[in-house]
């Protein structure tokens, strides 16, 4: 049936999917959702919404209104914008990215609300990777830099050193030197 297929469907998501009634009672949690959760089905079945999925903000660590009722009230889809942490059953918290949106029936009713969410802790690691890769870039460019500049300095400062070193030759095997005059000319070479 065309019901079986709906429920075989959401049951398949990879996202956690749930849903609660008119009143903020859990309805559906599919297996993603009860392993983020920490609650089974059966367990939640008529749970509030607000004891199976809590949510914090995850800077101030301040409960968070929970999106299934909060697009209940307005009747209209929450996308939550800011970091938020699912807190788990066995205190866990899992960051997680949501929207939450109003189920309605075919007369434009609305019988409740569905939850999509998803664990961003792979995502927040690549995302990490990648910024660190980029730093020891930036680190790697300028040490480059760096070596390019010094490379550059020595060899000048070399080539300073020849001229000096070359007069001071000169001066050395090509004159009769005062005895202290020869001294200096010795130190300067």
Known sequence: SLERGYSATLLSIGDAVLAVDRNGRITF???????????????????????VFPLIYEGSGEPMENPALRALALDEVVRITDPVLL?????????????????????GSCQGAVVVFRDVRQRRLAEDALRQAEEELRQTQKMESIGRLA???????????????????????????????????????
Do not use: C
């Open 87 to 107: 807190m788990a059953r066995d205190g866990t918290a899992v960051p997680i990215d949501d929207s939450a949106a109003p189920i309605r029936e075919a007369d």
């Open 151 to 189: 490379g550059g300095v020595a060899h000048d400062f070399n080539n300073l050193l020849t001229v000096i070193s070359g007069y001071s030759e000169l001066l050395l095997s090509g004159y009769d030197l005062a005895p202290d005059v020869r001294e200096v000319v010795e130190e300067i070479h």
């Open 29 to 51: 949690l599919n297996a993603v959702a009860e392993a983020l959760t920490g609650w089974s089905l059966r367990e939640a079945a008529g749970l509030s919404v607000e004891e």
